[in-house]
Nanobody
Framework: QVQLVESGGGLVQAGGSLRLSCAAS????????MGWFRQAPGKGREFVSV????????SYADSVKGRFTISRDNAKNTVYLQMNSLKPEDTAVYYC?????????????????WGQGTQVTVSS
């Protein structure tokens, strides 16, 4: 069984920064790709970023490219999402997830375990 716990969300003004963390337990974290997704009110869950098991391959949604950075520390079983130059449209609940089958997928159905989410609110 895998447990994922996100933290680091909050309220920030436009142009500000936040760093999200996702701590994993229960399985060999370092063997799997980790993704971040987000869901705004009234919208579906959308891909934000993914990092492969070793951390040397990453991918981003066009909407966050150049502003967000994903990273991981396998020794701490933790993946991070550094979010800079935040915009009101980044407001959403952010989820981390593990894919045991794919190394860099952007599809929610390819992920097997999900955290409970952390709220990010960006005010204008």
């Amino acid at each position: 069984q895998v447990q994922l716990v996100e933290s680091g969300g909050g309220l920030v003004q436009a142009g500000g920064s936040l760093r999200l963390s996702c701590a994993a337990s229960g399985r060999t974290f370092s063997s799997y790709a980790m993704g971040w997704f987000r869901q705004a009110p009234g919208k579906g869950r959308e891909f934000v970023s993914v990092i492969n098991w070793s951390g040397d391959s990453t991918s981003y949604a066009d909407s966050v490219k150049g502003r967000f950075t994903i990273s991981r520390d396998n020794a701490k079983n933790t993946v991070y999402l550094q979010m800079n130059s935040l915009k009101p449209e980044d407001t959403a609940v952010y989820y981390c997830a593990i894919s045991t089958r794919y190394s860099g997928s952007y599809r929610t159905r390819d992920y097997d375990y999900w955290g409970q989410g952390t709220q990010v609110t960006v005010s204008s």
